[in-house]
């Protein structure tokens, strides 16, 4: 959710550049099992403890378990990036426009109580306090791909349910086209809304079909715990083929239309971010190549950059969305 910066978002903290003492002497005891013949064993140990490494919780906020998820494409077998990384390398530009500033400032974000109000054309408008919201439907685990359209990457475990569970709740009514989502606009405990980076509120918004995708999801937690206020708590949007800043944080109103509504970064700037913007290698933005990317905690000296795929890896998925559409007009 970018501005024009000096380093384009490409210069990552200098700490995580830095291979840990005991990652560095682990993969040199593996180089030498490996020339003594012993590798099988030694491998499938190695392996173990990564997955094992991943999967823990990082024991900095409340639990918040999902299980398995039996949607098509919810999990990719990619390495999950390390949480301190997740946590504290952000755009959320109500804290602030630098990449450390969400992690510093957020914590004057009141996260309770919340309430989600959900308006508009639907047969069942009505209130949802945060915790009705989590209780509405069974929270699952997703690990996503995270693209941010900058060139950096992610891999994050979320906790949350498809929107469409919440969706099917209000009866849409059949004139509704679009989805809106109204983030958090409040002066006294976000510092930077009101400058002139962005018209706030912050906005987004999806079409009828995207919002119903399973893939799309409503998201209260990560890393099997709660959001962290500089992650969008209490609750967020995530749709892993689209750029990140599609995915609106701290949602307060969900409102369901008949118009393409106005998304923030679309206002600010149109040639730049469209409406859809879909993750696509083909279509560059006038400051970033799109065709590859810099996967957050691989920036080491002889880390090369991954290619961008398709709809960030969920083409199978969810192409069949935009069939017969020139993606590089609906960008």
């Known amino acids: 959710m970018p501005i024009p910066r000096r380093d384009n978002g490409f210069i990552h903290a200098a700490s995580s550049e830095i291979t840990p003492r005991a990652v560095y002497e682990g993969r040199r ?43 098509a494409g919810a999990n990719t077998m990619e390495k999950v990036t390390d949480y301190k990384d997740a946590s504290t390398y952000n755009n959320y530009y109500e ?9 510093r400032n957020a914590h004057t974000l ?25 209780k509405l439907s069974a929270q699952e685990e997703r690990i996503y791909r995270l693209r941010c359209v900058e060139g950096w990457s992610m891999v994050i475990p979320w906790v949350g349910y498809s929107l469409a569970e919440l969706l099917k709740r209000v009866e849409p009514q059949g004139s509704a086209k679009y989805v809106e989502f109204v983030t958090l606009a409040d002066k006294k405990t976000m510092p930077f809304v009101g400058s002139a980076v962005l018209d ?30 500089q992650n969008g708590a209490p609750v967020r949007l995530v749709v892993p083929w689209k750029y990140g800043f599609k995915s609106a944080k701290s949602i307060v109103k969900i409102r369901l239309t008949d118009k393409e509504p106005g998304t923030a970064w679309n206002k600010a700037a149109k040639q730049e971010y469209g409406f859809y913007s879909n993750v696509n ?24 950059k991954r290619k961008t795929l398709m709809f960030n890896g969920y083409e199978a998925q969810v192409a069949s969305l935009y069939a017969g559409m020139d993606l590089k007009k609906f960008y």
């Open 29 to 71: 005891d593996l180089i030498k099992l490996m020339a003594g013949g012993a590798v099988g064993a030694a491998l499938a140990t190695w392996a173990a403890r990564d997955a094992g490494a991943e999967a823990a919780r990082p024991g900095k906020l409340a639990a918040l378990a999902g299980g398995k998820s039996a949607v």
């Open 95 to 103: 804290f602030g426009v630098d990449k450390a500033d969400p992690a």
């Open 110 to 134: 009141k996260t309770t109580p919340w309430t989600v109000e959900v308006e508009g054309l639907v047969n069942k408008p009505g209130k949802f306090g945060i915790e009705d919201l989590i």
């Open 200 to 229: 706030w509120p912050y906005t987004e918004g999806l079409r009828m079909d995207e919002a119903m995708h399973p893939l799309t999801l409503l998201t209260f937690g990560m890393y099997g715990e709660v959001l962290p206020n």
């Open 281 to 304: 290698p083909n279509v560059d933005h006038p400051r970033w190549s799109q065709a590859t990317e810099r996967r957050i905690g691989e920036d080491g000296l002889f880390a090369k």
